[in-house]
């Protein structure tokens, strides 16, 4: 049997610990928990995890402007993508302890890359609530807890893939690599792209992501690990 998520001031009191910031509208809160697949819901997340992405950009990109004051854009721009990922994202919903605090139907909690979205989304979402309920220093001190410190310890910027592919593929076949798009499944707001790259004189490789970019970057990664361009997890984004 399911352990009863606590709400009200029982919530609230968990998220403090959680994100340091105690919540005055106890609605907004809850409705960032609140994935569109949980039963007998009247209101879902999407919305604020639609505000919390822009937010958590917006706050991400000047702590990387302000720490690496020589860093090219190129180089900012890749840091700025490992860091906002919905990888990264539900790696600190999980480490915050909110996994437990989320609404969403058991099925989609208990699917590996579904939950990762779903995690993802309400991480998104509860900035956005704390944005709402308190402005912006209210949200930019949430992040910069748990963001600031990934920055910091990533010693080796990582590699765009689809850039390096690009590059391996020049010297390797002369040829760019050629992007299709073989498949999409998944309601509108949760979609997932199935990619496949080709180099000429290669074997294709898939990828997938929760958009068209996330899969093109997935399957160049497989083609450059599967290639031995890349010997290790660590220079994907």
Known sequence: MALKRPTGEALAAALATATGHIFRDFTLMQRALTH???RGKTYDNERLEFL???VLGLVVTEMLFTAYPDATQGELAVRLSALVSGATCAEIAEQIGLVPLIHADSGVRQAKA???NVRADAIEALIAAIYLDAGLEAARSFILRYWEPL????VKVPRDPKTELQEWAHQAAQAAPAYQIEGRDGPDHDPLFTVSVAVTGFE???GRGRSKREAEQSAAAVMLRREGVWEDEGNET
């Open 114 to 116: 579904k939950a990762r």
């Open 52 to 54: 919390g992405d822009r």
């Open 204 to 206: 294709p490789a898939i």
């Open 36 to 38: 569109s697949s949980a």
């Open 151 to 154: 920055a910091q310890a990533v």
